[in-house]
């Protein structure tokens, strides 16, 4: 197996991203978009999250299988995230769930 | 048969070396096994005490030998200490840390360090609980339900909620050090098409492990951060919803009803072929069973919130999706069966464990499907004939399997065999004792007596009685092998190598093990479980 080396440059330059990205949160916050407040942020927070996942984390020099396994993290949230929208989307559909 | 053996090896795992800190600093996978199998029997003893103490309780309709609010404590305590230090960590922490790497033709785990590591958060999280039980306990039930968790519970719902998680990281470890075990460690021809299928199964409960607990994590810590600083998620005055609750708790604990079964369907699978001196029928479909209820399980959670507020749209899916959750249980069950046919069955202590798990998984099993029909769920939910569901998985089946692999491993981590009129005469009393305790109490949940609660109408008396009178015999039923097995570590004739002339890597070790296992990483060149083969020789 060969260890793959990242230069320095490289986390400096993708440190500056992510304060970048953070300082854009914070701006974003100040500017009322309704509905795609929510929206914005978490996009944000992914591009964020996937940064780091592959560059701090290796994931980006690593073997499939590794590769493999971070994926099936990323399934399990959709999971997770898909079966609860599953119940709170279809709440208001029937009559008898409504009054509460 | 094996020869008759006359002396234990001279150099093993457990005289290797000496002293406590020899034990408490130890990578060896089989010392780290053993300080797991004391540990987690000390939990199963005090889960045993906390049960005795709700069926005397329930001896009689009124609430008299304790208080309401210390019965909720009571049940409470059972169930944390149950699921989360006896169940979930019983097969994989003790028996898989045992044989995995015996099975694998390894010398170690993947991380022994962090194997090490996974029984020191054990005991913290262990020591945790512990210290709520001497201050005064906690009365949410197992399952943390808000609001009652976030607001209103004055007891001490944050320490238990820090154990759980800590816990739960011993748990994650675990498994990943199986999994990469699994992945790198496997002896030269060990192909995936000839791992054992204890393997197969662990290796899905590792996943399980891995993809499924950090989500308890996250619902239990955000428990402990509303209750603490008052943040909204689950409180709806707040702007929380408890609902969410609900599914990120479930998202966690239905997968984990897996995490506390595959091992065990690991272990009959073993045992069953072991006792009936065949090969598995159908060793692609009972592995691939395996990992199809570990992936599939993450899809079934709703069914236990039928009835809150759960859309009814999202209580449809749920149910359709749970009736085919028993699909892969059923092909296991089938082929446990069809593999006794026509095979030479020997009834030894862990054989009749292994049926006991047969029967009394597959009527928890049937009474599953019933619960997944949300029409009747409405009926028995919160009755006692869940609760009978669920003992009859968790203790006619996975205790049962484990205290199966407990008698077939024992000859393998002490050397030495127990008294099998002994242990024949226990798993006797434990099938009896498990039956006469948890089958009335189907009948008085489909009769609606529901569950946690201290006091009961007059009409259900006899059926509670019978359960406590049986839950008596459970006790006995569990004592005796205590004290045969603790006997038979002085007393008893030794083992040798493979008393059960069982196939498989770990069995061509000296009994104890030496510290590394094989003396040479054996190579593997034919096929899993040859035991026609044999067979064959012998005649
Ligand atoms: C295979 C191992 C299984 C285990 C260890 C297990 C365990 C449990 C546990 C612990 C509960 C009670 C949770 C609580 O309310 O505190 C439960 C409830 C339930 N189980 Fe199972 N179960 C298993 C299999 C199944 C299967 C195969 C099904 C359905 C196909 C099923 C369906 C249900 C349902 C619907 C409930 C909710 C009942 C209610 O609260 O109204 N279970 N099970
Ligand atoms: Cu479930």
Redesign the pocket.
Same mark, same amino acid.
């Given at each position: 197996m060969t260890v793959h080396i990242t230069p320095r440059r490289t986390y400096y330059l993708v440190f500056a991203v992510l304060m970048i990205l953070t300082a854009t949160t914070t701006g974003v916050a100040f500017i009322d978009m309704g509905p795609f407040n929510v929206v914005v942020a978490l996009f944000i927070a992914s591009i964020k999250a996937v940064l780091v996942v592959l560059f701090f984390m290796h994931v980006l020099h690593v073997t499939n299988l590794t590769k493999v396994f971070v994926a099936a993290g990323i399934v399990w949230l959709a999971i997770l995230i898909a079966l609860t929208l599953n119940d709170y989307l279809t709440r208001g559909w029937d009559p008898i769930s409504r009054p509460f | 048969m094996s020869p008759i053996v006359t002396e234990l090896p001279k150099i093993h795992y457990l005289n290797a070396a000496y002293g406590l800190k020899s034990w408490l600093l130890t990578t060896d996978h089989k010392r780290i096994a053993i300080l797991y199998l004391i540990t987690v029997t000390l939990y199963f003893f005090l889960g045993g005490f906390f049960a005795l103490l709700v069926r005397l309780e329930l001896m009689t309709p009124a609430s008299d030998l304790l208080r309401p609010e210390t019965y909720n404590r009571m049940f409470t305590m059972h169930?944390i200490v149950m699921?989360f230090f006896f169940l979930i960590p019983a097969i994989p922490a003790i028996i898989g840390n045992f044989v995995i790497p015996m099975m694998l033709g390894a010398r170690d785990l993947a991380f022994p360090r962090l194997n090490l590591l996974s029984w020191y958060l054990f005991m913290a999280g262990g020591l945790f609980t512990l210290y709520v039980v001497v201050i005064g306990g906690v009365d949410t039930?197992? &399952?943390f339900y808000v609001p009652y968790s976030s607001v209103y519970s004055n007891s001490y719902v944050v320490a238990t909620g820090l154990g759980v998680f800590i816990t739960g990281f011993s748990s994650i470890l675990t498994g990943l050090n199986f999994v990469v075990t699994t992945h790198t460690m496997r002896a030269p021809g060990l192909t995936w098409g000839r791992l054992p299928l204890f393997m197969w199964s662990l290796y899905a409960t590792s996943l399980v492990q891995i993809l499924g607990t950090p989500v308890l994590a996250i619902a239990v810590a955000l428990v402990g951060i509303e209750r603490i600083w008052r943040v909204g998620i689950f409180d709806p005055s707040l702007g929380g919803d408890p609902i969410l609750y609900q599914h990120l708790f479930w998202f966690y604990? !239905?997968p984990a009803?897996?995490i506390?079964?595959l091992p065990a369907f690991g272990v009959v699978s073993e045992l069953v072929q072991t006792f009936s001196r065949k090969r598995i029928f159908g060793y692609k479909f009972v592995a691939g069973a395996s990992i199809g209820i570990a992936v599939y399980g993450f899809l079934?959670w709703g !069914? !236990?919130m039928? &009835?809150t507020r759960q859309s009814v749209y999202a209580g449809l899916i749920f149910s359709f999706l749970?009736?085919f959750?028993?699909v892969p249980?059923g092909i296991k069950v089938f082929n446990w069966t069809a593999t006794l046919y026509k095979g030479s069955v020997s009834y030894q202590t862990p054989m009749l464990y292994t049926f006991g798990f047969i029967g009394l998984?597959t009527i928890?099993?049937l009474t599953?499907?019933f619960?997944?029909a949300m029409g009747l769920?409405l009926h028995? !939910?919160?009755t006692y004939f869940?609760?009978a569901?669920?003992h009859y998985?968790?203790v006619g089946? &996975?205790v049962m399997a484990y205290l199966g692999a407990i008698h077939y491993y024992w000859p393998k981590m002490t050397g030495r065999l127990y008294p099998d009129a002994w242990g024949r005469f226990a798993a006797l009393l434990v099938f009896v004792g498990f039956n006469l305790t948890f089958f009335p109490q189907f009948l008085a949940g489909y009769l609606g007596m529901p569950r946690r609660y201290a006091a009961y109408p007059e009409e259900f008396h006899l059926l509670n009685v019978m359960s406590t009178a049986g839950a008596s015999v459970l006790a006995v039923g569990y004592l005796v092998p205590l004290i045969y097995l603790l006997w038979s570590l002085r007393h008893a004739p030794l083992a040798g190598p493979n008393p059960w002339g069982a196939r498989g890597l770990e069995w061509q070790t000296p009994s104890p093990p030496p510290t590394f296992n094989f003396e040479k990483t054996p190579i593997v060149t034919d096929e899993t479980y040859e035991y026609s083969l044999e067979e064959e020789e012998v005649v």
């Open positions: - | 169930g699921i039930g197992w &399952t604990s !239905h009803v897996y506390m079964v079934v !069914h !236990h039928f &009835t749970s009736y959750i028993a249980s998984f928890g099993g599953g499907l619960l997944a769920d028995v !939910h919160d869940v609760v569901h669920f998985i968790m089946g &996975t």
